[in-house]
């Protein structure tokens, strides 16, 4: 029984490995919803659904790192873009806003129901693609950009809607009902 088992639980493993494999590759990430994740402890194999609502995570899914892509995702899901103008490997309040807030479960669930996510990043120890350095510098001069983090929020034209000022002792719940005054008006 505990070989039948164990090859079943293999068996499954593989072909659930191969699907989000495939899927990875070549399909959109909406499509990882209602993948199942099959756990195995010792003798044991339980699933665990793990169901991605697509009104809670659909543009959640990725931070854009393309303007173009996440005004096309804005377009398609109706929703404004927030914009983060940061120095990842450098800037130590972007960095704090990215872990206490941005990477919160809170920010997560209400990002994904609410907003298209773009990152635009000026490190200063990586080298970012020359595409990506050439629109982040236009995006900074176009929106006037002098300090990191800047949080924007723009519309799916792309005018700017407001910006949330990030504070040291911010939490989730205060970052989003900044962003939630600035979207009612």
Not at 12 to 29: E, N, R
Not at 45 to 67: G, K, P, R
Not at 99 to 118: M, T
Not at 138 to 160: C, N, V
Request: overall charge negative; aromatic content about 8%; some cysteine.
């Amino acid at each position: 029984m505990t070989n039948k088992l164990g090859a079943a639980a293999s068996q499954v493993f593989w072909a659930v490995l191969l699907s989000a494999l495939t899927c990875l590759a070549g399909c959109s990430s909406a499509s990882l919803r209602s993948l199942s994740v099959w756990k195995s402890s010792g003798d044991k194999v339980a699933t665990i659904e793990e169901t991605i609502s697509d009104s809670e995570y659909s543009s959640l899914t990725i931070w854009h790192d393309s303007y173009d892509e996440a005004q096309l995702s804005a377009a398609d899901f109706g929703k404004p873009i927030l914009a983060g103008f940061t120095g990842s490997d450098w800037c130590a309040p972007c960095k704090r806003l990215k872990r206490e807030i941005l990477d919160s479960d809170e920010f997560i669930k209400w990002a994904g129901g609410n907003v298209v996510l773009l990152e635009l990043d000026y490190p200063k120890h990586t080298k970012p693609a020359a595409q990506i350095k050439k629109q982040n510098e236009a995006l900074k001069q176009r929106f006037q950009i002098s300090k990191y983090p800047t949080i924007l929020l723009i519309d799916q034209d792309g005018e700017r809607l407001g910006e949330i000022e990030y504070e040291k002792d911010e939490t989730p719940a205060t970052f989003i009902e900044k962003a939630k005054s600035i979207l009612q008006n």
